[in-house]
């Protein structure tokens, strides 16, 4: 078992990490859609957040319950409409609404894991895949657009 703390930990270790890659990024290139593509710093910024979002969700969906991998029950195109909505959401907020609302986000993935106690290793690895192992991947991403 893994004590949801040590993610919350984890997670916060890399989300600092992460944004201070991010104030690197000139305010003007923010929402340059290049970092990868079709996508901006502000898009990938929002787009971590939400898949963080969801996955403490749907592991407040198991509480109790054994680990199911919540994207096996669906194909890679309801995935793919899942995540471009996460994207439009963003698109729709200036820089700093979407910076408002990412913490809230993140206050609310870290008070469900909270409330879980403890995680399988399975649901553990679940969370981290999709916070802080996500943000360390993106990271990747913007020091090279940084670069170029």
Do not use: C
């Amino acid at each position: 078992m893994v004590a949801v703390d040590q993610l919350a930990a984890a997670e916060r270790r890399a989300w600092a990490e992460f944004m201070a890659l991010i104030s690197r990024v000139p305010a003007e290139r923010r929402d340059e859609r290049d970092v990868v593509p079709g996508w901006s710093v502000k898009d990938l910024v929002w787009h971590n957040v939400g898949w963080a979002t969801f996955a403490a969700r749907e592991l407040q969906k198991l509480k109790g319950l054994p680990y199911t991998d919540p994207f096996a029950a669906h194909d890679d195109a309801h995935w793919d409409r899942e995540s471009d909505a996460i994207l439009e959401a963003g698109r729709r907020m200036s820089w700093d609404e979407m910076l408002v609302n990412v913490e809230a986000e993140r206050e609310q993935a870290h008070e469900l894991l909270a409330d879980l106690g403890e995680l399988g290793p399975e649901a553990a690895a679940f969370f981290a895949e999709e916070s802080s192992v996500h943000y360390r991947e993106h990271s990747d991403e913007i020091e090279r657009f940084l670069e170029g």
